[in-house]
């Protein structure tokens, strides 16, 4: 209550600064009437400190006193009010506090229309109302950039309900603004709807996106063709992505190889596989990593003998220099997949198999259990790859698999109970009986 406006105005502000601990009645009804000061400054700081008070401080006298503020003569003080009331989140949606942000989209002060947009897009899905909808719609051709951006940002934040064909026309639109953060904005928010945006305008304005002179542009369209799920595996969606996994920008270059693994089995075409196997020789990890982990997306198709002995020398390179965590245990369960291929697995040289027993040997975090117990007793049979053998004994030992032989026939104990696997070669089952002899000796011998 001081006389000097800037010792009131120092005063509102060090109070904002201690939070939620200074939400009591008294300190909130001395803000509101600060609210009404003369001085521009105390009003501005009165309604930054309600905002910071939290939602301690979203009673009604507090959103009507900010509503009040709304209307203030100086749009930094509107501007505040409007920055005030999103702090508090859906408590603040209410039909008063939605009207008076509707009316601030039309303000003539930018930074009022920014804040509202923003304050709109924190009050999340209950905010999602028809007259919402449509004031962010109209502010996407606002004559300020970081109006239109922040516009399509809130309509990203009203859930499923901004799926509206008129709303999606709209991002469409600002697919093609003239300013980068507007273009990637809205193809952020059109990657947010998923599947409920998968048609062919968006899909059409994404590919074009993925031409797009902005780097980041060009990124955020790649994840948002991703996401519009199986949808999106059209040739020239697929053409689109292909193309970017050449892009000059590593980012770019690896959103385009995650959306492609997104696709799924749809997308297991001889030209995604070339791109992606091409992609997993590049200099950046993000980029090879992604690679790896869609072609393990893509099924069958996609495990052949390249790719597993491609994941196999990734893998192997990672573990050597003590990595086996995060990225390399997806990649992990991407080899796993890949190995239940019997077609990809028995067409592994000598090299790799000894590699992949290595690094499975080495790695901690590896889980086999998703390979039958049988799978490369079958793969050693139809190659006749020693190789095989050491591995073979390795799993056996370390799953608690148990084996016996009666004439040709093995005998396989796992948890599934016993089963048959053929063994009509001599030669190489006389190897797998001495291979698990060996290993038994060692054992006992310490």
Request: aromatic share 4%.
């Amino acid at each position: 209550r001081d006389e000097d406006d800037n010792v009131r105005s120092v005063a509102w502000a060090a109070l904002g600064k201690l939070g939620e601990k200074a939400a009591t009645n008294e300190v909130i009804a001395a803000l509101i009437s600060a609210t009404h000061d003369k001085d521009c400054h105390v009003r501005w700081n009165a309604c930054a400190a309600l905002g910071k008070l939290g939602e301690k401080a979203a009673t009604n006298e507090v959103m009507v006193a900010l509503i009040n503020a709304t209307r203030d003569v100086y749009s930094d003080v509107r501007s505040k009010a409007f920055e005030a009331m999103g702090k508090f989140g859906e408590k603040a949606a209410t039909n008063e506090v939605m009207g008076a942000l509707i009316n601030a989209t039309r303000d003539e002060g930018s930074d009022v229309r920014l804040g509202a947009c923003e304050s709109l897009g924190k009050l999340g899905e209950r905010a999602a109302t028809n007259e919402v909808i449509a004031a962010l719609m109209n502010v996407t051709r606002d004559e300020d950039s970081r109006v239109r951006s922040k516009a399509c940002e809130a309509m990203g934040k009203l859930g499923e309900k901004a799926g509206t064909n008129a709303v999606i026309a709209a991002l469409i639109d600002a697919t093609r603004d003239e300013e980068y953060n507007v273009r990637w904005k809205a193809c952020e928010v059109l990657e947010k709807l998923g599947e409920i945006a998968a048609t062919n305008e968006v899909m059409v304005a994404l590919i074009n996106a993925t031409r797009d002179e902005d780097s980041d542009v060009r990124s955020k369209a790649c994840g948002a063709l991703g996401r519009l799920a199986e949808k999106a595996a059209t040739n020239e969606v697929m053409t689109a992505l292909i193309n970017a996994t050449r892009d000059e920008d590593s980012d770019v270059r690896s959103k385009a190889c995650g959306a492609l693994g997104r696709l799924g089995e749809i997308a297991a075409t001889n030209e995604v596989m070339t791109a992606l196997i091409n992609a997993t020789r590049g200099k950046e990890y993000n980029v090879r990593w992604e690679a790896w982990a869609a072609l393990g997306k893509l099924g069958e198709k996609a495990a052949t003998n390249v790719v597993i002995a491609g994941l196999v020398n990734e893998l192997s390179g990672r573990i050597d220099y003590g990595h086996d965590y995060g990225h390399d245990m997806s990649l992990g369960k991407c080899l796993v997949r890949a190995m239940c291929s019997f077609d990809g697995m028995k067409e592994l040289n000598s090299g790799i198999v000894k590699a992949l027993c290595r690094y499975i040997r080495k790695s901690t975090k590896i889980d086999l259990t998703a390979i039958p117990s049988e799978h490369m007793i079958k793969v050693f049979f139809d190659s006749g790859n020693a190789s095989w053998l050491g591995l073979i004994v390795y799993v056996a030992l370390s799953q608690g698999i148990a084996l016996t032989v009666k004439g040709s026939s093995i005998w396989i104990y796992d948890g599934r109970g016993p089963f048959e696997c053929n063994g009509d070669r001599p030669e190489l089952l006389a190897s797998l009986i001495e291979a698990f002899r060996n290993q038994k000796s060692e054992i006992e011998s310490g």
